[in-house]
């Protein structure tokens, strides 16, 4: 099949993308988003059969997406996913309508009625940015006073999604989280993320393990990708030792070197044979 990898920054997963390609007889057609025009009054023919979007930064994800969409290219992931995945907000809100299970989560417009959310919710509390990833702008308050700092700090940013408090439990897990994969409908591979810092993303230190996927992550991870509209993802899963399994984030554009390395496991083999038998049917 015609092959189209829509990327800014070539990393190993691009690159590990790019070889299994190569070695399933695809033609590859690399398009480096960054030095393209794009002329959206016109019909831009891509000749692909399919376009994986590796974009690192989210907003010329969508918005490359966007383009090749209205062209008539089939994208993975979709415009929708990726708007579903990017946003917190939006995330939780898929979730919980399909009954998924999540940390306990609440959202304020304003500090005060983000107090008095930490205040039924019980300290200590996590302060997450709605757009964002690798662990950036999380904060943890353990008491009101804690939590009357990160507020004003962020209300006095210039950002004004910053102004959206999305507040969430904190989970008490085990020094680590777990981040399957979602690969249409399939669950090949999990690690668990490794750290004594409460925040256990591997941008931030974390080790990568391998983790067991059981019958009760891969049908977790299956229903949170379902819901979030199918494709490639990474899904984040946290062991609460009083609620079980936990769906914390989805990521639409997921990163999987340190999965490779740690378990051996051709990922990027798995999403192109997988890609190429969902755009066949």
């Not at 993975?76 to 998924?100: G, H, P, Y």
């Not at 609460?240 to 378990?263: D, M, Q, W």
Request: charged share 25%; aromatic share 8%.
């Amino acid at each position: 099949m015609k092959v189209g990898l829509s990327y800014d920054v070539i990393r190993f997963e691009e690159k590990a993308l790019l070889h299994a390609a190569n070695t399933q007889g695809h033609s590859v057609k690399p398009i480096h988003v960054v030095d393209r025009e794009f002329w959206l009054n016109e019909v831009n023919g891509y000749d692909t059969d399919f376009i994986i979007q590796r974009c690192v930064s989210f907003n010329r994800a969508l918005a490359t997406t966007a383009v090749f969409e209205k062209n008539g290219c089939f994208v993975v992931n979709t415009l929708e996913v990726l708007r579903n995945a990017a946003d917190k907000l939006i995330t939780s809100c898929i979730l919980a309508k399909n009954k998924i299970p999540t940390p306990t989560t609440a959202v304020a417009l304003k500090r005060e009625t983000a107090l008095s959310i930490a205040r039924k919710m019980g300290f200590p509390v996590v302060v997450k940015p709605v757009a964002g990833s690798w662990g950036r702008m999380i904060a943890r308050a353990f008491d009101e006073q804690s939590l009357i700092d990160i507020l004003d700090l962020r209300e006095n940013m210039q950002n004004p999604q910053m102004k959206i408090h999305y507040i969430q439990e904190h989970v008490e897990k085990p020094e680590r989280d777990i981040r399957a994969f979602y690969v249409w409908g399939d669950v090949p591979v999990a690690i668990y993320r490794v750290s004594k810092n409460w925040k256990t993303n591997t941008a931030l230190g974390a080790r990568a393990m391998p983790c067991p996927v059981s019958d009760e992550l891969r049908e977790l991870v299956v229903r949170a990708g379902d819901a979030l509209g199918g494709g490639v993802l990474g899904v984040d899963i946290l062991e609460s030792p009083e609620k079980g399994l936990l769906v914390n984030e989805v990521n639409g554009v997921v990163e999987f070197r340190n999965t490779v390395l740690a378990t051996g496991y051709d990922l990027a083999g798995k999403i192109l044979a997988e890609t190429s038998r969902a755009v066949r049917r």
